[in-house]
């Protein structure tokens, strides 16, 4: 294992069950190339870390407000008093003015109750393999592992690389989650250490994928015809966003890429849109342009499961 290899990470979840097969541990890299609207974890896009605010954790500026005292850009302010459950009693609690905010984290350092923290933590490659083989009993009894994902973690490559390696030397099962947003001889490099590729489609027009993830298609495309070339198992995951990318001409485009691929696919995933991450854009001070968009219903979902099958299968819904 190379000792000191330090990775931008911000979250590890463990008992995952729809990351690749089995029960997993999931470590989600920060920094992404893509800015897609409907993104579920805005606090992975950005290569540095940023100021998260959990307004419910603030005690106050009575009971704490030392971070008043160390922002040096006045972006940090004493709301009016609003009353307090909790305190039964009217309470100052911090207002953040993203304007003013430059993400230098001080006040994260001194912030009692956690109420202000950075979006991630860098680690260690050894801590990240420590917390991974703690799950190990979960891996053997159901057939998991680790899965790598981000943010996009070909944007992370040494450390991928290593993680992936470190997982090998353990005998853990491992798959990659990627939007295929890289360097052919980036992804390549991953080819000997992943037994699963988890491939995100987002969009078959490539203007319309540039109108909404903020970048062309072409290389993704391109990279996932490479990777079924080259053996890799590949399982896409396709979101299913509401008038983005649901039309019925991308979806029979859609089945038609992966059906062309042959027998690297493995799976085909569908993933309904989902609101479950739109409190997360609050913490961060981020408008969600697409926070009144509802759900496709179980039915539409199956609908578009039976337009696909007739170009792949398996096709589950998650």
Known sequence: MSQGIIGRIYDIQGFSVHDGPGIRTS??????????????????????????????????????????????????????????????RDVAIIEVDREKCTDCLDCTQVCKPKALIPSGHDMKLEDV????LKDRAYFNNSGGGLTISGGEALSQ?????????????????????????????????TLPYVDLYLYDLKHMDTNQHKKYTGIFNERILENARKLANAGGKIQFRFPIIPGVNDSEENLHATGEFIGELGPSVQLL????????????????????????LKSPSDEVMEEYKRLLETYFTPIQIH
């Open 27 to 88: 470590v989600f890299l920060s920094g992404c190339p893509l800015s897609c609207l409907w993104c579920h974890n805005p606090e992975s896009i950005s290569f540095h870390y940023v100021l998260s605010y959990t307004s419910v954790k603030c005690i106050g500026i009575e009971k704490c407000g030392l971070c008043l005292s160390v922002c040096k850009h006045n972006a940090l302010k004493a709301s009016k008093p609003n009353y307090s459950p909790l305190d039964k």
């Open 157 to 189: 490559i040494d450390f991928t690389i290593e993680l992936l390696k470190a997982a090998k030397k353990e005998h853990i099962h491992t798959c990659l989650d990627t939007t295929g947003f890289a360097s052919w001889k980036t992804l390549e490099r």
């Open 129 to 132: 393999m420590g917390r991974i």
């Open 269 to 292: 995933q569908l993933l309904p849109y989902h609101q479950l991450g739109l409190f997360k854009y609050d913490k961060l001070g981020k408008e969600n342009k697409l926070k009144n």
